[in-house]
């Protein structure tokens, strides 16, 4: 594939196969966008400060009124997509939750490998705090605000929520909800169950090597970065195989269908240079959401795992890590399901999922 790539984007005057794939892969995800109708309600485009944002409004929205608001953060591995590769998704969730929703302008956050950690969760931030500070200039109630994304997004939303659960800004009101759907939710362990198994379901977009990949460009910035040594976890030191974190990711937390029973499975040699490089990122909260020390008090949480996803362990660990801290979760799992199904919405099971989220929505802002 990264031949092929790389053969196509020479013929098209791509320099890097990256650049390809930011052009072709969003073409797939708009057509699979079920289209809205035309008065579904309408886009404005503002500031918040410096940041340009676009706030989508049901048509239900009357000027004088105030409704429930929620930010999203797109997925695409923090270094593809936009906005607009979003834009049928969250025009179809504004009119069915009756709920405004505010993502920024063009791309929700800057991307790696230009912008690596802590770039794009810091625009999320601070995205997200202008409006819990402005709501009401924007027919928003302050009192009624969530966040919520995918995949990469999933990351940002778990992240936006731990950081304003102890940070909040000042005369602001907590988040009331997240919505963390298939979430990149850790960079530990390379080789959970479902890096393993569903290594092939989806070869062309969604396989491990595509997921380490995204993980170390947000760290290191660099497009180049060999990542090799993280296909067999030489980035986690034995010492560190057996602290807190680890525990984290104990598989027999997983459904039983899920285990693996492989002993030699993590007997890999070290790379402790890049171990301790690395870990100076991989255990802060704000990368990876999994490894904070503590998740109690966050806001009732919607996480969305799919069966046949790389990602989908990283979806139960944290549902199980909220659980165990009293944190009210919605886990809903798609057996046969697949990474990017939220917004497939031509088709029944993400015009499922899209109804269950909404009466989630519906439930945590009464």
């Not at 002993?263 to 999994?290: A, D, F, G, I, R």
Request: hydrophobic share 40%; charged share 20%.
């Amino acid at each position: 594939m990264d031949i092929l790539n790389i053969y196509i984007g020479t013929k098209l005057n791509y320099d890097h196969p990256l650049n390809l794939t930011r052009k072709l892969l969003p073409i797939v995800f708009v057509a699979a966008g079920e289209n809205v109708p035309e008065d579904w309600g309408h886009t404005r485009e503002v500031k918040f400060d410096d940041v340009n944002v676009r706030i989508y409004y049901p048509k239900t929205v009357e000027t004088d009124k105030l409704y429930p608001g929620m930010v999203y953060y797109h997925g695409g591995g923090f270094i593809l997509f936009s906005i607009d590769t979003y834009d049928k998704v969250l025009r179809r969730l504004a009119m069915n939750a009756n709920i405004v929703i505010v993502a920024v302008e063009d791309s929700l956050y800057r991307l790696a490998p230009e912008f690596p950690f802590p770039v794009p969760v810091q625009d999320c931030i601070k995205a997200t705090e202008y409006l819990m500070e402005n709501a009401d200039k924007f027919n928003i109630d302050a009192r009624k605000i969530g966040v919520a994304g995918d995949s990469a997004g999933g990351n940002l939303a778990a992240a936006v929520s731990l950081h304003l659960t102890n940070l909040r800004p000042t005369n602001t009101y907590p988040i009331r909800f997240q919505g963390i759907i298939y979430p990149m939710i850790q960079s530990f362990d390379f080789l959970t169950p479902s890096y393993q198994t569903n290594a092939d379901a989806m070869p062309t977009m969604m396989n491990p090597g595509a997921i380490i990949d995204a993980w170390v460009k947000y760290w290191s910035g660099d497009a180049n970065y060999d990542i090799t040594p993280f296909w067999t976890n030489k980035h986690i030191t034995q010492q560190l195989q057996k602290s807190k974190y680890a525990k984290y990711l104990d598989y027999k937390q997983l459904p039983t269908k899920y285990h693996i029973t492989n002993p030699n499975l993590h007997n890999h040699e070290e790379n402790k240079t890049l171990s301790n490089e690395y870990q100076k990122v991989m255990l802060n909260p704000l990368y990876s959401p999994l490894m904070a020390d503590d998740v109690s008090n966050l806001p009732p949480a919607f996480i969305l795992t799919a069966e046949h996803d790389v990602l989908r362990d990283d979806g139960l660990f944290y549902a199980k890590r909220l659980q165990d801290s009293n944190v009210p979760v919605n886990l809903l799992h798609i057996e046969n399901g697949y990474h990017a199904m939220f917004s497939f919405t031509r088709l029944k099971i993400g015009r499922k999922i899209h109804r269950q989220f909404q009466t989630f929505i519906e439930n945590n802002i009464k």
